[in-house]
């Protein structure tokens, strides 16, 4: 997958839920960059698709982010996200990053999928966690990348229309 087009891929966000959130370490930048990519995503007709862990238990997904899903989240129990999150690339973004995330990614490269996890969009309780999980994901073949590089390859282009609507979510 050299780029992440925008009409090949897919956003998935993993369980960014409220009483998860406190515990992450740059929590608070996980979900930001998150409403960034989930915003790119909506204006430039990228599918979005969101899971939340044992709901009861870690709460609903963060209003930030549940407000922006085009489509409710997904509850699940099991630590891969267990959906087809739609055609393409897979571009992950979410909590926690050496758990969810991971077993996650892995499950979808096991199909065959192109899988790329936003590392300023993914999280865990510590950074030796989150570390760990993105070198492990990197050696599975996943692209590591960041918010902006999945924004500015969604757009292609300065001469796309919505080019100055969507740099404004990342200035």
């Known amino acids: 997958m050299p780029l992440i087009s925008a ?18 370490a740059d929590g608070e930048a996980v979900v930001e960059n998150t409403a960034r990519l989930v915003q ?6 990228v599918g979005v698709a969101a899971t939340e862990q044992n709901p009861d238990g870690l709460g609903p997904t963060v209003a930030a982010i549940a407000s922006l899903l085009p489509e409710p989240a997904v509850a699940k129990t099991g630590f891969a996200a267990g959906i087809d999150p739609g055609p393409g690339a897979i571009v992950v973004a979410g909590c926690e990053a050496h758990v969810c995330v991971l077993q996650t990614v892995l499950a979808l490269r096991a199909t065959g999928r192109d899988v790329a996890v936003v590392a300023d969009a993914v999280g865990s309780r510590t950074a ?10 990197c050696a599975h ?6 918010t902006e590089m999945v924004v500015f390859e969604w757009l292609g282009s300065s001469e796309n229309a919505a080019f100055r609507e969507v740099q404004k979510l990342i200035k």
């Not at 009409?7 to 992450?24: F, G, H, K, N, Y």
């Not at 790119?40 to 007709?45: E, K, P, Q």
């Not at 073949?141 to 960041?146: F, L, P």
Request: aromatic share 0%; hydrophobic share 50%.
């Open 7 to 24: 009409e090949d891929s897919t956003l998935l966000v993993v369980d960014l839920q409220a009483r998860l959130m406190p515990a992450i």
């Open 40 to 45: 790119a995503a909506t204006r430039l007709g």
């Open 128 to 137: 030796t966690n989150r570390d760990r999980a993105l070198e492990r994901m």
């Open 141 to 146: 073949g996943v692209d590591v990348v960041t």
